[in-house]
């Protein structure tokens, strides 16, 4: 016998990094098609300054994710899952008909097979091209002095804009898909309160109960 109970599926430390990050990344997203060119709202000075503490404050917040993903094995949430179809067939036509979602939340399973593909390249592609090229940028004056660096300087710059677009895809399909939840709000909802509805099993519930690891209303 299983019950549908209201659980914290996203715990305090995991919606601050998840919001900080956002923000974080519009500033850095704003700011760098500033120093692009795309727009002139603010001067390029400042733009470069904002851009520069934007990018450490997020450098530091992904070692501490990195590290907090470690040590409470939520890693393991990113790992590869099978089912991957039946949910990319869900997004591109069932939701028009009106199917249910192919997939069940559990607290062991918090993402669904796309999610979890989707965030793996975003960490282990797009993250790592940003931080990689933003950091050789950021240290231009060391290797200036090199023959080579005017050639150089310009594939770190077409490699951080590239890594930039594919993060602004990124974030536009992820923005639209927090609105396909049971309302447009429902995950917004829970990445800010932290609980949804998850389905747990007798024994689930009864160690949850107990060891009090996780918050159930
Ligand atoms: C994660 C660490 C990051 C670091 C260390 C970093 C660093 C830099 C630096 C040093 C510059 C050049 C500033 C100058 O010309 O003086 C730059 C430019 C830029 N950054 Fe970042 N950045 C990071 C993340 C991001 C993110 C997340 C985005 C967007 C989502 C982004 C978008 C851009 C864009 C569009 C430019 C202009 C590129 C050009 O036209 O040459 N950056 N970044």
Redesign the pocket.
């Known amino acids: 016998m299983s019950t549908l109970r209201n659980v914290m599926i996203y715990s305090r430390y995991e919606r601050f990094w998840h919001w900080s990050q956002a923000v974080l990344?519009f500033i850095?997203?704003f700011t760098?098609?500033r120093?692009?060119g795309t727009h002139e709202i603010l001067t390029f000075g400042l733009a470069?300054t904002i851009?520069?503490w934007a990018?450490i404050t997020?450098?530091v917040l992904w070692v501490f994710t990195t590290f907090w993903n470690f040590t409470t094995g939520q890693w393991r949430q990113y790992l590869f899952k099978q089912g991957i179809v039946k949910v990319i067939r869900f997004y591109a036509w069932g939701i028009l008909v009106g199917e249910p979602h192919p997939y069940k939340k559990s607290l062991q399973r918090k993402q669904n097979a796309l999610q979890s593909l989707a965030y793996m390249t975003f960490m282990t592609l797009i993250g790592p091209a940003?931080?990689a090229t933003?950091?050789a940028?950021?240290l231009y004056n060391l290797w200036s002095h090199f023959a080579w660096s005017n050639e150089a300087l310009w594939i770190v710059?077409i490699l951080?804009?590239a890594a930039?677009f594919a993060?602004?895809t990124f974030v536009i399909i992820h923005i639209y898909m927090t609105t396909t939840g049971k309302t447009p709000l429902h995950y917004v909802k829970t990445m800010i309160t932290g609980y949804d509805k998850v389905e747990l099993s007798e024994v689930e519930a009864a160690y949850l109960a107990e060891t009090k690891s996780v918050d159930v209303q």
């Open positions: 990344i850095l997203f760098g098609l120093i692009h470069v851009h520069t990018a997020l450098m940003l931080w933003g950091i940028y950021l710059a951080h804009t930039a993060m602004g």
